[in-house]
């Protein structure tokens, strides 16, 4: 689970992290009056799941408060385009107005979970600020990790080897080290994926800043935090994820033209494989999980079939917990409420599969059976052809 920068930089800050001066605004009228407050001379910052926004016009510095206004007019309800947000952008629905911080250096600093080794991992660069994908490709050398030992913890030591390999000297330095332990803190407590500072500044005057933030909660440690539900900004995420989480179901948006309703994330994994290998192009994906009732394979449908890249559908469904004949009931169910004429192929194994068949060859509907993977796929893309 996502937040926005201002969410994040709340919670560094009462990890006594330092954070400019701001204010999240939802108009462009609460942006001018925060601008007046940061003193004329401030930042607009667009408010998007997605980093990159300096680059794509998302940070601006202004210079008056009509001036912070006349942006943020601009700025609402625009969709931002990132390298991060994928080709339709992601909409604008709130601005955080920062006062204009003298930056002196930029460095990168993360926390993150590394799979590999099942621990986190803390990430550093002297170089990066708004770069760092550019440095870790072309000089990975430039970026310090260390893999921190959950029994031990991040000791100081090894945080202030961090703050001296940044090139920080004297109490710059032992202040980057509180902070270091700091984020180490919030990745605990908080039950965090990621803790991204980039870029963490030096001021002019010499202080250590946060200058961006980014928090990625752990999906699987939602129920521990009562208070992030809340946190969400559902304007951020795809409408069809909103629905498919209300019924527990796991949609995943793709490019292509099939849609794909699967029980289990291997078999899905398996399915988007060999459609590719047929030369189908996948829309997106549903997972059912391993239980599904019928009313929740009847709503996972009707959500695939509101994708409108979506021109046919290939369901594939191994009946041990679920039956088949309940899979085809569904199925019948939920095409038959939206009038849903797409061509249809049932790849189906398992308990009651003959009777499942039989329901669905007998249902009207546009749709075919398979008898194993390949043979469905192949079917799917021929009918598309
Ligand atoms: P993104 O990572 O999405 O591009 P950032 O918040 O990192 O957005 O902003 C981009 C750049 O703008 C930063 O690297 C920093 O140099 C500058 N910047 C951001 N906020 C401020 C601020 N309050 N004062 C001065 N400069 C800032
Ligand atoms: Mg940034």
Redesign the pocket.
Known sequence: MNIH?YQAKEILNAFGIPI?RGRVALTADQVERAAKEMGGRC?V?AQIYA?????AG??K?VHHPEQAQTLAKELFGKSLV?PQTGPEGLRVRRILV????D?AR?FYLSITLDRGTSRYVLIASAEG??DIEEVAAKSPEKIQTLNIDPFTGLRPFQARHIALQLGLTGSVCEDCVTLILNLYRVCLEKDCALVEI??LVVTQAGWLMA??AKITFDDNAIFRHREYPDMMDYSQLDPLEITAGKYDLAYIKLTGSIGCLVNGAGLAMATLDVLKEFGGEPANFLDVGGGATREKVAEAFKIILQDKDVKGIFVNIFGGIMRCDVIAHGIIEAASEVNCTLPIVVRMDGSQVEEGKRLLTESGLNVQCGDNLGDAAGKIVRMLG
């Open positions: 920068e400019p930042v910052k980093g990159g926004r300096g680059k998302g940070v510095l990132t920062e006062e204009a911080v930056i930029e600020g708004m980039n870029p200058m961006d």
